[in-house]
């Protein structure tokens, strides 16, 4: 193949197969999500055993849940501006490294207070990996396929979260809660290792810093052999934003509609997810099943996820984002009244959580998938980590607010009938996005 004088790497791999290099990135992308996944929820299924070993109440749990889901949106708030700056692998392999060392010191937590802190640094690693191994994955990908495989990875956390709730009823039966904790700490230590040494750098990211263009050279080369040298130029015909790496970019003119709606579905999207995948295991012992019914009825919520998530993207790159996310909303929504409308057994939860999850997982990684496509590749690392900073003050919310639902001794039924007002909120943020902010899908110049 002759070389190219210049190269767009805007969309390069548009009208391209994809290539060995670029399911390597998704492959690795799945197993770090599948991580996050295991340690972010793996509190909500020893929390059982927890109470039992401390004899404390359920209530006092809440202080821990909420401080892991606020170092979640303090370490993506934190990471995605660094991640525009100083590129999306060396922000993905620290802050795999770093959850696993906290998730392991949370085996030898002696109390509640230690283990809210060893939580909240447990959440700040885990916050900081989610938004940008999706940010690198859509910029490996096609633009045909970009919300499939940004959608597609996210299938690795719930797949996580579902081993999680399987493997620690295992695990707690023969070895203790902590082993759990043991578990989620040293794999992704060593998954982080494996990262520094296969997981390419992002390709646009690379383009915009004439330092790295040996780099870019052999990345762009692996992908298609021979079509660039020393010679050629690499542009991107994404216009250029200045204040690149700023927050404040996102509320230019042509974003701010759209960040604020983005904004509103997650938070209202990750509030109901956290409330269930949090306080589910309780409510279904509470309403008569048993621990081990329990587990599986929070397994099954994740399972549920893993197809949402999966056909979540297939359906956005075919028809419109909003109208996908939108219906998504909804019916998580309609499935969670129909579940508060019905008696708690496990013929009838099986089916139906099933259902749910399929809904309310598909409902935030649909909004991740916008989110990648919605700004342009100089602020998308923050975009992205910010909207899922952002959202992660709704997963803190369905925390406390479990907690506080389960001090008032709100029926099982009762909480899933609140289910459907953050999911009715949810719908009209994409109604208003739908309406009136098409146009900053496109490429805009921030002024």
């Known amino acids: 193949m002759p070389c190219s004088p210049r190269v767009d790497v805007n969309t390069f791999l548009d009208n391209r197969p994809m290539g060995a290099r670029q399911w390597l990135v998704v492959v690795l992308g799945f197993i770090v999500l599948a991580f996050d996944g295991f340690d972010t929820t793996s509190i909500g299924f020893v929390a059982p055993a927890l109470i039992d070993d401390w004899g404390i109440t359920r209530q006092a749990l809440g202080p821990v849940m909420m401080a892991g889901l606020l170092g979640l949106a303090f370490g993506a708030m934190a990471a995605g501006p660094l991640a525009d700056r100083y590129g999306r692998k060396s922000v993905i392999v620290g802050s795999v490294f770093f959850f696993g060392l906290w998730s392991l010191a949370c085996a030898y937590a002696v109390d509640v207070t230690s283990l809210t802190v060893l939580r909240f640094l447990t959440g700040v690693g885990l916050g900081a990996s989610m938004p940008n191994t999706a940010t690198l994955v859509s910029e490996f990908g096609p633009r045909r396929r970009r919300s499939h495989m940004v959608t597609g990875i996210y299938c690795g956390f719930t797949i996580g979260a579902a081993l999680g709730g399987l493997g620690s009823e295992w695990l707690i039966q023969h070895f203790g809660w902590r082993s759990v904790m043991v578990v989620g700490g040293v794999l992704p230590i060593a998954f982080a290792l494996v990262l520094l040494a296969t997981l390419p750098e992002s390709i646009g990211f690379l383009a915009q810093h004439a330092r790295f263009k040996s780099r870019l050279l052999r990345i762009v080369n692996q992908i298609a052999q021979g079509i660039a040298d020393n010679t050629t130029v690499f542009y991107s015909s994404e216009e250029k934003v200045q204040n690149k790496s700023s927050v404040a970019a996102l509320f230019a003119p042509s974003y701010r509609l759209g960040t604020c709606m ?88 099986c089916p139906l959580i099933l259902l749910l999850g399929y809904f309310i997982n598909g409902v935030n990684t649909g909004s991740y998938a916008l989110a990648t496509q919605f700004y342009p590749t100089a602020m998308r690392a923050t975009g992205v980590s910010w909207a899922t900073g952002i959202g992660r003050f709704g997963a803190i919310s369905g925390a406390g607010i479990g ?45």
Do not use: C
């Open 403 to 447: 907690a506080l639902m389960l001090a008032a001794n709100w029926s099982f039924s009762q909480v899933f009938l609140f289910i459907f007002l953050p999911s009715s909120l949810g719908v009209l943020a994409m109604i208003i996005k739908g309406r009136h902010g098409h146009s900053s899908l496109k490429t805009a110049t921030q002024k």
């Open 262 to 349: 983005i904004w509103v579905t997650l938070f209202m999207g990750l509030l109901t997810m956290y409330l269930l995948s949090s306080w589910l295991p309780l409510l279904s012992r509470d309403a008569g099943l048993s621990m081990g019914q329990a587990a599986v009825i929070g397994s099954l919520l994740q399972v549920g996820g893993v197809l949402g998530n999966f056909t979540t993207g297939m359906k956005m790159d075919r028809w419109d984002h909003h109208v996908v996310v939108g219906l998504t909303l909804l019916g998580g929504g309609l499935s969670a009244v129909l579940i508060a409308l019905q008696q708690p057994t496990m013929e009838v939860l």
